[in-house]
C-alpha cells in the first residue's frame, strides 16, 4: 500500500469513525447512568453498596469510552498501534474493571422479588451455562481476535459501517464473557472448578501470546510493518499486565477456598 492510499484510507476510517464511535457510546454512558442510579435504590433498602464498586465502574466505563470516542479513538482509526491501545482498553481492561463492580448482584438488590428471581432464572438457563463457560469464553474471545487479525476483517470492519460496530461490540462482550468466566465477582450458578478455570486461563495466554508474534512478524492487511510490530508490542507486554491481574485474583481467590479446609484437616489430625 503506498503512503498516499495509506493517508487516504485513514482519512476514510477517521470520518466514518466519528458518529459510528458516538453510537459505540451510548450504551456505556447509559449503563452508567443506571447503575449510579441503581446504587441509590439499594442504598435506601440495605446497607451501603460499597464506593470502591461504583469506583470501579465509573473507571470501566472511562476506560471503554476512551477506547471508542476521543483523541485516541481518533488516532485508532489511523495508527495501529494506537488501535492496540483501544483494544487493551475496551476489550480487557474495560471488562475487569466492570465485572470487579459487580453489576448482577447490584441488579439483584435494586429489582424487586419477582422480577429477582426472572432475572436468577435467565443467569441460571443452559444459554448462559454455555457462554459462561471458560472453553466457550475463550473461543469467543482469543479466536475472535485471531479471526479479525489474521483475515481481511480488520481491513473490512472499516470500510463498512456496520462491521465496524458489529467487530467493536463483539471485542467488549467476548472480553467480559472471558472474565466473568474466570473470576466470580457476581454469584453465579455454573462454577467451573478452581483447576478447570486455571487450565483454559493457561491456553489463553498462549492464544494471545502467539497471535501478538503473528501480528509482529505478518501484519493485518492494510497495517504498515512498523505499526504492526508496534502493535503487537503494545499487545503482548499491555495483555500481560491486564492478564496478571486476573491471575491474581483467581489465585487469590482459591487460595481463600481451600484454605478453611486445610485448616479443618489440621485440627481434626491433632484431635487424632
Same mark, same amino acid.
Not at 3 to 23: E, F, K, P, R, Y
Not at 126 to 143: E, H, M, R
Not at 166 to 183: D, E, P, Q, R
Not at 208 to 231: D, T
Given at each position: 500500500?503506498?503512503?498516499?492510499?495509506?493517508?487516504?484510507?485513514?482519512?476514510?476510517?477517521?470520518?466514518?469513525?466519528?458518529?459510528?464511535?458516538?453510537?459505540?457510546?451510548?450504551?456505556?454512558?447509559?449503563?452508567?447512568?443506571? #447503575?449510579?442510579?441503581?446504587?441509590?435504590?439499594?442504598?435506601?433498602?440495605?446497607?451501603?453498596?460499597?464506593?470502591?464498586?461504583?469506583?470501579?465502574?465509573?473507571?470501566?466505563?472511562?476506560?471503554?469510552?476512551?477506547?471508542?470516542?476521543?483523541?485516541?479513538?481518533?488516532?485508532?482509526?489511523?495508527?495501529?498501534? @494506537?488501535?492496540? #491501545?483501544?483494544?487493551?482498553?475496551?476489550?480487557?481492561?474495560?471488562?475487569?474493571?466492570?465485572?470487579?463492580?459487580? %453489576?448482577?448482584?447490584?441488579?439483584?438488590?435494586?429489582?424487586?422479588?419477582?422480577?429477582?428471581?426472572?432475572?436468577?432464572?435467565?443467569?441460571?438457563?443452559?444459554?448462559?451455562?454455555?457462554?459462561?463457560?471458560?472453553?466457550?469464553?475463550?473461543?469467543?474471545?482469543?479466536?475472535?481476535?485471531?479471526?479479525?487479525?489474521?483475515? %481481511?476483517? !480488520?481491513?473490512?470492519?472499516?470500510?463498512?459501517?456496520?462491521? #465496524?460496530?458489529?467487530?467493536?461490540?463483539?471485542?467488549?462482550?467476548?472480553?467480559?464473557?472471558?472474565?466473568?468466566?474466570?473470576? @466470580?465477582?457476581? %454469584?453465579?450458578?455454573?462454577?467451573?472448578?478452581?483447576?478447570?478455570?486455571?487450565?483454559?486461563?493457561?491456553?489463553?495466554?498462549?492464544?494471545?501470546?502467539?497471535?501478538?508474534?503473528?501480528?509482529?512478524?505478518?501484519?493485518?492487511?492494510?497495517?504498515?510493518?512498523?505499526?504492526?510490530?508496534?502493535?503487537?508490542?503494545?499487545?503482548? !507486554?499491555?495483555?500481560?499486565?491486564?492478564?496478571?491481574?486476573?491471575?491474581?485474583?483467581?489465585?487469590?481467590?482459591?487460595?481463600?477456598?481451600?484454605?478453611?479446609?486445610?485448616?479443618?484437616?489440621?485440627?481434626?489430625?491433632?484431635?487424632?
Amino acid at each position: 500500500m503506498s503512503m498516499l492510499t495509506h493517508i487516504h484510507h485513514g482519512h476514510h476510517q477517521a470520518v466514518m469513525g466519528d458518529w459510528t464511535s458516538q453510537l459505540l457510546v451510548v450504551p456505556f454512558i447509559l449503563a452508567l447512568i443506571l #447503575y449510579l442510579v441503581a446504587v441509590k435504590l439499594s442504598n435506601r433498602a440495605y446497607t451501603r453498596w460499597p464506593f470502591r464498586r461504583t469506583l470501579l465502574f465509573i473507571a470501566g466505563t472511562i476506560c471503554a469510552v476512551s477506547a471508542l470516542a476521543g483523541p485516541l479513538a481518533e488516532m485508532a482509526h489511523m495508527d495501529f498501534s @494506537y488501535h492496540m #491501545y483501544a483494544h487493551l482498553l475496551l476489550g480487557m481492561l474495560a471488562p475487569l474493571l466492570l465485572a470487579l463492580s459487580a %453489576p448482577m448482584t447490584l441488579l439483584m438488590r435494586t429489582l424487586n422479588v419477582n422480577a429477582s428471581r426472572k432475572l436468577s432464572g435467565l443467569l441460571k438457563s443452559k444459554p448462559i451455562s454455555v457462554v459462561t463457560d471458560p472453553i466457550v469464553a475463550t473461543v469467543l474471545n482469543i479466536g475472535g481476535l485471531w479471526l479479525l487479525y489474521t483475515t %481481511p476483517l !480488520y481491513e473490512a470492519m472499516h470500510q463498512n459501517v456496520w462491521l #465496524y460496530l458489529l467487530v467493536h461490540l463483539h471485542v467488549f462482550l467476548a472480553g467480559y464473557l472471558f472474565t466473568i468466566s474466570l473470576i @466470580y465477582i457476581d %454469584p453465579t450458578a455454573h462454577r467451573r472448578s478452581y483447576l478447570y478455570r486455571a487450565i483454559i486461563f493457561v491456553l489463553a495466554l498462549a492464544g494471545h501470546g502467539i497471535l501478538s508474534k503473528f501480528i509482529y512478524s505478518r501484519p493485518p492487511m492494510g497495517v504498515p510493518m512498523e505499526q504492526a510490530q508496534s502493535g503487537a508490542m503494545i499487545m503482548y !507486554y499491555g495483555g500481560d499486565i491486564i492478564d496478571a491481574v486476573i491471575l491474581f485474583i483467581l489465585c487469590l481467590h482459591w487460595y481463600k477456598a481451600t484454605r478453611p479446609k486445610a485448616i479443618g484437616g489440621a485440627v481434626l489430625e491433632g484431635k487424632a
